[in-house]
């Protein structure tokens, strides 16, 4: 009776890998905040230090809703709240610091990409095709960013599933971007600021998600 009577202990537990072993069903939930609070203190710091430094690298590739600090706060910001992200679930090393900042790299050129495609469409479309394209668009960048980020966290074989889990809950983030699109606080684009919390929060919640369910079939 007194062994069934004794507090659980805490179900966060972090393997010998890093990885948060999800035991009950609020972990997505966990590695999802963990992910949001990463990429959006990244985000943060770089768009500050843009905007009091005044960067200016885009010329007129892009357009007033997309200020050319926003190169700045996607590149690096994405990067260092990908480091972050790497420091929260304790698997900091040279290596998967350098495929962190890599692939985010990457992941973030196949985003400018996909909104160049959608720039394309604003000149060749109505106002709701631009606007549905842009919710089109954001959801691909997240499912395309969750590929590439995910399997460092996860394994290889998470691509597809990081990529699915990322694009469709990216959509609430999505409809968020456009609301915010235009708006500026503190010299910062909120916006932007939308779109590197999204990749943040979207790959956390693939992370824990995965963990969930492969801990079940274990």
């Known amino acids: 009776m007194r062994l069934a009577m004794m507090p659980k202990k805490s179900s966060h537990k972090i393997t010998s890998s890093g990885l948060v072993r999800a035991d009950h069903k609020t972990d997505p939930l966990f590695t999802l905040l963990m992910g949001f609070v990463a990429y959006l203190a990244g985000g943060t710091l770089v768009g500050l230090l843009a905007a009091f430094f005044k960067f200016d690298v885009s010329g007129s590739f892009y357009d007033s809703a997309y200020p050319s600090d926003d190169f700045i706060i996607l590149f690096v910001g994405a990067a260092i709240g990908g480091i972050l992200l790497l420091l929260l679930f304790k698997i900091f090393t040279i290596t998967t610091l350098i495929k962190t900042i890599v692939l985010s790299t990457l992941g973030i050129g196949c985003l400018f990409v996909i909104y160049f495609i959608e720039i394309l469409w604003l000149f060749a479309s109505g106002f709701f095709i631009f606007h549905l394209a842009f ?28 990529a699915l889990v990322c694009g469709l809950t990216a959509i609430p983030f999505g409809l968020l971007s456009w609301q915010t699109s235009g708006l500026v606080l503190a010299g910062i684009n909120l916006a932007a600021m939308v779109l590197v919390a999204s990749l943040g929060a979207t790959t956390g919640l693939s992370i824990g998600l995965y963990r969930l369910l492969k801990t079940k079939e274990e």
């Open 135 to 162: 919710l089109i668009c954001f959801v691909l960048a997240n499912a395309v960013y969750g590929a590439f980020i995910g399997p460092i966290f996860i394994g290889a074989r998470s691509i597809g599933f990081s």
